[in-house]
């Protein structure tokens, strides 16, 4: 972790087990931003302003304009807001948000608090995906921290702003992080998406006006608040502001949280995670979480990290989970455990994912069990079809997506396996 | 029905939602309850639909829906593998295979002794550290080689 | 207003309207599951996708708002490609074996299918099986069958008021069930049988009886509770097979109760009576009608010469019919006696001078939504009245305030404002305060007919939050329910909430608790002068002024001691060990009469092994003839018998019209049942002119005197009436009898008495009311007042006893 700019992962110290403490992040210039505002009694809109101008986007997956989405709380409303944070994260490949919590807990509050702030709102919750049980500890610890320093609670610092901030916990359910699924959750229930409209916005947690965003992106907002909007955006590329941490996993030699600007080349991303394990060479890369659609590998080397570049080189940026696939993977087996793991996952609410998840996994299984007949392929992608864009929530689209993208680009394996009743590689 | 230490944690729980959404503690009344009794009984989630104001069937949709709810006997450990694509390509097939020759069980399947289940995941946000796995849960063990799997149940069969 | 295209045709709809409302409107039909108008949008099916010009893919019409301008597509090639592949998907792991499904031919999957389909299927992997579940008595499920639209688990949710069944596990593993062990018991539950859209919910005494082809539709009026549900009659070779709901906005919307739906069964009870019977020498025989009618009729001559006409009596059932009852009043009228009456429950008839028109809802059911402020007075409403119970539901859910005034705190499934869960005894003094309340509220004079009643009284904290909340909230009603009806001082309960519904302008109405407890009135089915409804009342009353005897007096109840009973009684529709006040007095009564008549459907088992009947007319129960019942709202509704009279059963208008012709009486010549009404009921069949809850000057008496302290000493009876033993055909329907509703009765008490009294839970108690006496199983309520131990009435098992609310004493046996 030595980049030159750094943001969410600055001067962060691994081998002190307390350097997440308030009085750590405070050396890091924490809270300034929020003290900042409070003290200079910056006006909401400013605020958001300021986070429009840094081009900020959700860091959770669909990469909507941050600055944009707080604009769209109704201003004057009687009654409770929320805002919610989605730390479940669960995307297969991702891993940042976690790294941000253990290492960081209070920079996603200050962060979260300047959103509070700009929104004028009075409660919020902190989602945490179950998994990550110490995680979660740690960030009860650190809001009890920051609620004992007066950072949460009624009168912040003494200003007539307050905020109270609570953690939950998730228990095994990917779909939760699709965002209403997640206020479903938060409020007792099956995660269970909602259809949309109404939108969080004006219809959200307890049927509240709520604003969510990802872990991430609250925890870019003190930065943006203490250096500007423009700086943020400059460090990045046009519409592509700031950094982003992208979290490598599979065949690197170094898999890890790797903060980068957008607009990073891939290959240096690749480099900095120590390059292909065995010097082997890459074939395949999907480069925003498994959603996403599947890269091969010569496309993936000529290709900028931002979100425009990928979205041009035909996936997306999503999440930012780079998961990097040599030469001796078998891609029907990939795609086989995907879209398992879509089957697994799929909340069972509307018919084309609680049927069609099922049906995408049976087929590849029996591709990859040496069962496939050549007519699979096509069905596999007409089913995609039938799957993609109509359902309640983007799980359809995320089971689709990569079933299609898996036979356009590596179609030859697919076909190997179906006449040969084994793998190519 | 659940022990007063227990209680004293959902009722904290309960501290962090409107007075009149006590439904939001559910999911964090279940795990407490989990954690107490290993599993959850018909009884126990009945119970907790009282103490929480909701209709029982809500409770076990709920149950029913999270993966990490045991609603079966379990046994002492369980272990579940995460062997999602980013943790298979580092190694967790191999780790579950070492699992299934050491303990002589398959996935949701407990070893005569009553000690250990094993389980398959999903995800854990920790792809980095693959191959990752929880222990009941709460405990989350990092780049499982076959040497560290031998440790981890050599501690967990003391 | 939104104006928008659907298929090239213009419409509008209300803002927050959707694509699928503008459809509706059009007649337009898009294709769906998951939705249905009455329930939330869940937009989980997909069925109804169609195409939205601009947007990128196709949009679920149920849940998209239609805006302004925009064009929708329900046929478009977009459309149905989407449409086709959601019904591919529904139907891979559905079971393609429509021929052995009970839903075939009435389903929704079938249906469309045949539309949306493709011939062959592309789904070669192995189907889903789920395994069944037991809901209990009425609904059979075959879960397999099961499309996930989570139309059962809203309906419970939102309409049913009690979630019983949710979708537990995910993906493809979820599944509709009831929590572990347990069974649907909402009284409403059959509608998910209706709601439903495919054959994994269906009726399980219906199941596998018929097919819906073979089965012709008939429109009928429920005959149970007061508000005159429509229904579908299903026949099948003189049968009913099923009963449905006949959609009506103003009444019982698209649903019924499961008492209309499942009462059916009852109609096919082997106790049917087929055949007259008479008592002769002891022993019941089989007879041909003329000879019973013959002796029926030398049987009343007989008692008139000897003991005078005014030992005849007549009491007929709300059940029945505008028709049936007119012609029985008629009938002892035109033997010179005026002792006819309906209401065999009711205890206090002071009122029965005063009466100004028939007792009536006070406003029609449907405005019961509109209500803000509402007081229910002793009533277990959803079991008396379930889609009433529904309306209110909804109006609270709309923000409307419940008080409640009951000696039972039943789960009324919605939240109350406040209540007053009192011992019988103090529901009137309870009442009181809340009448000193809005006098002291409104700043207005005491009435002078409760000066003296009120001058003790001061109000309590929640009697003075129920004026509030009743003066601050308009519209507001007051309603009084059966258990108030039959209450001992029921004329002073009255009295009490006319006046604070007139002090704080609210509605007042009484809750009827019978299909026709508005037409028995009008039918002039009471001893009274009857200036409202019956125009030939004068006859009867010219010829031997002043009133009759009413049912309580018919009965003896009055003071039994002196058995001031009747001589001869004619009993239309009633099993008065079941369907009286003091079942005891009523048995003893009817024992000590030369003659007993009962016209009845049944071989009514205590009636025959009893000896308090000596003939039995076997008359046609609703589906076996026609007639007219005038529900609680005052709503006129005439309907015709579904299927041939059972053997050599006659519908009871007509076997009245010929004892009267028999008895040479004045005035029986009608042809039809239509003529019978014609003479009840002005033209157009409007009877609102009828409709007074007034009682004129009837004065309350003094709050802590009167009936009730007679048997108040001790220990006070709750004796209400079960859902499932309120008349005689659902206590036949054996699905009903097998449900939690129709538990047998139990000795209710709160938790202090049981330690006051010693007793523990499950242990059997001897229940005492006078001479009678039974014993029963002790259960714990702590809802319950001090004092009072809730035993139910009108039940086999508690018919040895006397007042439903009066004194009891228990001892260990
Ligand atoms: C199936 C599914 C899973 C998702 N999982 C996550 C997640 O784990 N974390 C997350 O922040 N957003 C996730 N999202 C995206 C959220 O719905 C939402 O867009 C995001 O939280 C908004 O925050 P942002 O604007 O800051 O990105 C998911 C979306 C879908 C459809
Ligand atoms: S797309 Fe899948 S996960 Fe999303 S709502 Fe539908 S069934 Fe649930
Ligand atoms: S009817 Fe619209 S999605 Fe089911």
Not at chain 3, 42 to 67: D, G, S
Not at chain 3, 251 to 276: Q, V
Not at chain 3, 329 to 340: C, E, H, T
Not at chain 3, 712 to 721: M, T
Request: hydrophobic share 40%; proline share 5%.
């Amino acid at each position: 972790m030595n980049q030159p700019v750094q943001i969410l992962l600055a001067g962060l110290n691994p081998s002190d087990p307390d350097d997440w403490r308030l009085r750590n992040y405070e050396q890091r210039e924490g809270y300034a931003a929020l003290r900042k505002i409070l003290s200079e009694k910056i006006p909401p809109e400013k605020v958001i302003e300021e986070v429009k101008k840094s081009a900020l986007r959700g860091r959770g997956g669909a990469g909507f304009p941050t600055g944009l989405k707080w604009s769209f709380m109704p201003k004057q409303y009687e009654g409770d807001k929320y805002l919610v944070c989605n730390s479940d994260e669960g995307e297969p490949g991702t891993f940042k948000d976690r790294d941000i919590m253990r290492h960081n807990p209070h920079m996603l509050i200050e962060g979260m608090l300047i959103g509070a702030y700009a929104m004028s709102i009075k409660a919020g919750y902190n989602y945490v995906h179950g998994e990550i049980w110490d995680v979660y500890e740690r960030m009860e610890e650190a809001v009890d921290e920051a609620r004992a320093a007066g950072y949460l609670g009624d009168n912040i610092l003494g200003s007539d702003f307050s905020f109270q901030l609570y953690n939950h916990h998730g228990y095994g359910a990917y779909i939760c992080g699709e965002e209403t699924a997640l206020l479903e959750s938060l409020e007792g229930k099956k995660g269970q998406p909602r259809f949309k409209p109404p939108f969080p916005a004006s219809f959200g947690l307890y049927g509240k006006p709520t604003t969510i965003n990802n872990t991430e992106t609250f925890a870019s907002v003190p930065w943006i608040i203490r250096h500007g909007g423009d700086k943020f955006l400059q460090l990045g590329k046009p519409n592509n502001g700031g950094t982003k941490i992208f979290s490598v996993s599979g065949h690197v030699n170094k898999p890890g949280n790797y903060e980068v600007p957008l607009g990073t080349p891939f290959a240096t991303l690749l480099e900095m995670a120590g390059g292909m394990r065995g010097g082997r060479k890459l074939k395949g890369c999907i480069p925003g979480g498994s959603s996403m659609p599947v890269l091969p590998g010569d496309v993936m080397m000529q290709t900028d990290m931002d979100y425009d570049s990928i979205a041009k080189a035909g996936s997306f940026l999503g999440s930012g989970a780079v998961i990097i696939m040599d030469d001796t993977t078998c891609m029907v087996r990939a795609l086989e455990r995907l879209s398992y793991f879509y089957y697994e996952e799929s909340c069972g609410q509307c018919t084309p994912c609680r049927e069609g998840t099922g049906w995408l996994y049976r087929i590849v299984h029996r591709i990859e069990t040496g069962k496939g007949r050549l007519e699979d392929l096509d069905l596999l992608n007409n089913l995609a079809d039938n799957i993609q864009g109509r359902t309640i929530c983007a799980l359809g689209d995320a089971a689709a997506m990569p079933v299609r993208a898996m036979i356009q680009h590596f179609r030859d394996e697919f076909a190997y396996h179906v006449e040969h009743k084994r793998c190519l590689v | 029905m659940l022990s007063a230490e227990s209680l004293k944690k959902i009722d904290y729980e309960l501290t962090k939602y409107p007075a009149d959404q006590k439904q939001s503690a559910v999911m964090s009344a279940l795990a407490i309850a989990q954690d107490e009794k290993g599993w959850l009984t018909t009884e126990t989630m009945d119970f907790v639909a009282e103490y929480l104001d909701m209709p029982s069937i809500a409770v076990y949709e709920v149950a029913t829906f999270y993966n990490m709810y045991n609603l079966q006997p379990i046994g002492k450990y369980k272990i579940t593998v995460c062997t999602n694509l980013p943790c298979a390509l580092s190694g967790a097939n191999e780790a579950v295979t070492r699992f299934r020759e050491r303990l002589g069980i398959g996935f949701n399947e407990t070893t005569a002794d009553g000690r250990f289940t094993l389980k398959e995941g999903e995800c854990m946000g920790a792809c980095g550290d693959a191959p990752v796995l929880l222990v009941n849960n709460k405990r989350m063990c990092s780049f499982m080689s076959n040497d560290r799997i031998d440790q981890l149940l050599e501690d967990l069969s003391k | 207003m939104i104006n928008f295209e659907i298929d090239g045709k213009p419409v509008s709809v209300p803002k927050n309207g959707t694509v699928m409302d503008g459809a509706n409107q059009l007649g337009i039909y898009i294709p769906h599951f998951c939705y249905h108008k009455k329930l939330s949008i869940a937009a989980n099916c997909r069925m109804c996708l169609v195409q939205v010009e601009k947007a990128p893919k196709p949009l679920p019409a149920c849940a998209t708002p239609a805006m302004e301008g925009m064009k929708v597509f329900t046929h478009s090639g977009q459309a149905v490609t989407a449409q086709k592949g959601v019904m591919e998907f529904l139907l891979i792991n559905h079971p393609l074996d429509c021929p052995i499904c009970d839903q075939g031919g009435e389903c929704q999957l079938q249906d469309l299918a045949v539309g949306y389909g493709a011939s062959a299927s592309r789904y070669t992997e192995a189907k889903r099986v789920v395994v069944n579940k037991n809901l209990g008595p009425l609904i059979s499920t075959d879960m397999t069958r099961c499309i996930h639209c989570t139309r059962c688990v809203r309906f419970g949710q939102e309409i049913g008021g009690i979630m019983e069944l949710g979708m537990a596990g995910r993906g493809e593993h979820a599944e509709i069930l009831a929590f572990v062990g347990k069974t649907v018991d909402s009284e409403l539950s059959g509608n998910v049988i209706d709601l439903c859209p495919v054959g994994a919910l269906v009726s399980k005494p219906f199941r596998y009886s018929a097919r819906t082809w073979e089965l012709s539709r008939r429109k009928s009026i429920s005959p149970h509770c007061g508000l005159g549900s429509n229904l579908i009659v299903q026949i099948k070779q003189n049968r009913v097979m099923r009963v449905l709901p006949r959609e009506n906005e103003e009444i019982n919307e698209c649903w019924l109760s499961d008492k209309d739906r499942f009462s059916y069964e009852g109609l096919n009870s082997e106790e049917r009576l087929t055949r007259p019977m008479i008592k002769q020498g002891g022993v019941w025989q089989e007879c041909d009608w003329q000879t019973a009618l013959e002796f029926v009729a030398n049987g009343l001559k007989d008692v008139k010469e000897k003991h005078g006409a005014e030992s005849i009596g007549a009491l007929g059932s709300a059940h029945s019919t505008l028709e049936e009852l007119h012609l029985l009043q008629k009938l002892v009228r035109g033997l010179g006696s005026a002792n006819v009456d309906h209401r065999v429950r009711q205890s206090d008839f002071r009122a029965d001078s005063q009466m100004q028109g028939a007792p009536w809802l006070g406003m029609p059911v449907a405005e019961i939504l509109q209500l803000r402020s509402l007081l229910v007075i002793g009533s277990t409403l959803r079991k008396d009245h379930p889609l009433l119970a529904h309306r209110i539901r909804q109006a609270v859910k709309h923000g409307a305030q419940l008080n409640v005034i009951n000696p039972i705190d039943d789960d009324l499934l919605t939240k109350v404002r406040n209540r007053a869960i009192v011992a019988p005894d103090k529901i009137v003094s309870t009442l009181a305060e809340v009448l000193k309340a809005v006098v002291e509220l409104k700043g207005v004079e005491i009435p002078d007919d409760t000066k003296n009643a009120l001058s003790t009284v001061s109000a309590s904290d929640t009697a003075r939050a129920m004026a509030a909340s009743l003066n601050d909230n308009k519209p507001a009603a007051i309603f009084i329910g059966n258990l108030a009806q039959h209450h001992p001082r029921y004329a002073d309960i009255c009295k009490l909430a006319q006046h604070i519904a007139q002090i704080s302008d609210a509605r007042f109405g009484v809750l009827g608790e019978a299909a026709n407890s508005v037409g028995a009135y009008i039918a002039g089915a009471v001893p009274f002068d009857n200036r409202f409804g019956n125009r030939n009342a004068d006859t009867a009353q010219g010829r031997h002024g002043g009133p009759g005897a009413n049912a309580s007096q018919m009965l003896g109840m009055d003071d039994p001691a002196s058995g001031t009973g009747c001589k001869a009684y004619v009993l239309l529709n009633l099993e008065p060990e079941l369907d009286s006040y003091n079942p005891r007095h009523a048995v003893k009564a009817l024992a000590a009469a030369d003659l007993v008549v009962m016209m009845s459907a049944y071989k009514s088992r205590a009636a025959i092994e009893g000896g308090h009947a000596d003939v039995l007319l076997p008359i046609a129960p609703f589906t076996e003839t026609s007639g007219t019942f005038i529900s609680t709202e005052g709503r006129v509704q005439s309907f015709n018998g579904v299927v041939a009279p059972l053997g050599e059963t006659r519908p009871a208008w007509k076997v009245l019209r010929v004892l009267g012709n028999i008895l040479q009486l004045d005035g029986f010549d009608y042809e039809t049942s239509e003529q019978v009404r014609a003479d009840v009921l002005p033209a157009g069949n409007d009877v609102s002119a009828w409709l007074n809850n007034s009682l004129g000057s009837l004065a309350v008496s003094p709050i802590e005197a009167g009936k009730e302290n007679k048997g108040s000493e001790g220990l006070q009876r709750i004796g209400e009436v079960p859902i499932y033993q309120a008349d005689l055909i659902v206590r036949r329907s054996e699905p009903l009898q097998r449900t939690r509703d129709a538990a047998a009765p139990l000795a209710w008490m709160p938790g202090s008495l049981m330690a006051q009294l010693g007793l523990q839970s499950e242990e059997v108690i001897r229940l005492k009311q006078g001479e009678g006496e039974v014993q029963l199983p002790v259960a714990q309520d702590d809802s319950l007042p001090a004092n009072c131990i809730r035993v139910a009435s009108a039940h086999p098992s508690t018919a040895a006893l006397g007042g439903m609310f009066d004194q009891i004493t228990v001892e260990k046996s």
